[in-house]
């Protein structure tokens, strides 16, 4: 098994959730992928022609108001510009591959399906569950959109098998930027219809469960996948 180097970030890193409240301000794929080596949830790919080792990377941002239009406006490219990302080449943004297509506004979308599990909300309810789904770039060096595609898409299936299929609210690949990477939302409601990103993401030791659960469904179609070393206590 691969072991990621420890440093001071790493813990830091375990809890895979951060709030983002300015979609320009998001770190992106760049800041992962250079991330990556510094934490201990890294998996890690071994394929022989590969100079440097490659990473399969899920990451789980919650967002609770105003801030799901600016993401919004990131995933789905509604903006002309991306001052404070410059790997997004708008040019290239006609290449984005939707796998779940949005029907309404992320907010609408998330308001409408709590309402119909009939949940209340208080103003720092987490209405919006972000999954970014992404890989160093060495991964992905030298292959089609096919198989870039067919990648995210069983990444994707394995999201739905953890998370009810009509709570999802897009799913993006973009393909507009140096490094491929997918954003998946959800609406955190429960088997029981409960609003609880709480019990769905949950705490350190639910978040090892997460990544040994997403290495094991991706080894099946990606058998040098690694599962790095995590630092949770036995």
């Not at 898409?153 to 009509?166: D, G, I, N, V, Y």
Request: aromatic share 8%; proline share 5%.
């Amino acid at each position: 098994i691969g072991k990621v180097s420890e440093n001071r970030f790493a813990r830091a890193d375990l809890e895979h959730i951060h709030l983002l409240i300015d979609d320009d301000m998001r770190t992106q794929v760049r800041t992962y992928a250079a991330k990556i080596e510094k934490t201990h949830y890294a998996i890690h790919l071994s394929g022989g022609h590969m100079a440097t080792p490659a990473y399969a990377i899920l990451r789980f941002s919650k967002y609770k108001g105003p801030e799901i239009s600016r993401i919004e406006a990131h995933n789905e490219r509604t903006k002309e510009k991306y001052a404070s990302n410059p790997d997004v080449d708008t040019s290239r943004s006609h290449l984005n591959i939707h796998l779940i297509e949005p029907t309404r506004p992320y907010r609408a979308e998330a308001e409408r399906q709590i309402m119909q599990a009939g949940c209340r909300t208080r103003s720092d309810s987490v209405r919006l569950v972000e999954a970014l789904i992404a890989g160093s770039p060495a991964f992905f060096e030298g292959k089609s959109s096919a198989e870039i595609t067919a990648y995210f898409k069983h990444a994707l299936m394995f999201l739905q098998q953890r998370q009810a299929p009509e709570t999802f609210v897009s799913a993006v690949i973009h393909m507009d930027e140096k490094t491929p990477h997918m954003h998946v939302t959800f609406v955190p409601l429960t088997s029981n219809g409960r609003l609880s990103a709480k019990q769905i993401i949950g705490n350190r030791q639910k978040l090892v469960q997460w990544q040994d659960a997403y290495w094991r469904h991706m080894v099946q179609r990606y058998p040098e996948l690694e599962r790095g070393e995590n630092a949770a206590p036995s």
